[in-house]
T-cell receptor
């Protein structure tokens, strides 16, 4: 898998359900960030978790980080149609560059 | 609005043209970035500027030439591009790009470039 690869590539759920997206990375990191992108637009930062943190919350978002498995997950609770977007994880490597994955396309059906 | 603007939003150019993309950030940040987003490929970092100095050139062909005249403005000059250069070009800024920094990046809306 590539650095910061997300799984699944696409996810379709009903409004109100929870959405879980996973991310794997290859090298050691300083932090891992999640971004959201609406179709053809810029990315919006959602949440940052540092390498010494295991879990972080922000509103309906919950992010976990397992550095032993080089993986992270993003949970969106009580999803809304407006959550429909692509979600990217980005790992900040030792040279402080962000390495993005291919993204998960989330569709929340009303 | 993220505080980062990009112009133009759409650009169609021939392979012999010369054009420039512009990015401006209104956040007082010290670092700016150019990324390329192609269909079905991860976002690719192209250039990083910190305090107006280029600190990263990610093996980008010389037909892409960045310029950072001050900490608020970033340009990407384009010449003799190829059709495979068609993509969404995203500019971003962050508070700093220094050892020990862990700052999030703020992205502009992007320029959709088509090379014919």
């Amino acid at each position: 898998s590539q650095q910061g690869e997300e799984d699944p590539q696409a996810l379709s759920i009903q409004e109100g359900e929870n959405a879980t997206m996973n991310c794997s990375y290859k090298t050691s990191i300083n932090n891992l960030q999640w971004y959201r992108q609406n179709s053809g637009r810029g990315l919006v930062h959602l949440i940052l978790i540092r390498s010494n943190e295991r879990e972080k919350h922000s509103g309906r978002l919950r992010v976990t980080l397992d550095t032993s498995k080089k993986s992270s997950s993003l949970l969106i609770t009580a999803s809304r149609a407006a959550d429909t977007a692509s979600y990217f994880c980005a790992s900040m490597d030792s040279s402080y560059k962000l390495i993005f994955g291919s993204g998960t396309r989330l569709l929340v059906r009303p | 609005e993220t505080g980062v603007t990009q112009t133009p939003r759409h650009l169609v150019m021939g392979m012999t043209n010369k054009k420039s993309l512009k990015c401006e950030q209104h956040l007082g940040h010290n670092a700016m970035y150019w990324y390329k987003q192609s269909a079905k490929k991860p976002l690719e970092l192209m250039f990083v500027y910190s305090l107006e100095e280029r600190v990263e050139n990610n093996s980008v062909p010389s037909r892409f030439s960045p310029e950072c005249p001050n900490s608020s403005h970033l340009f990407l000059h384009l010449h003799t591009l190829q059709p495979e250069d068609s993509a969404l070009y995203l500019c971003a800024s962050s508070q700093d790009h220094l050892a020990g920094s862990s700052y999030e990046q703020y992205f502009g809306p992007g320029t959709r470039l088509t090379v014919t």
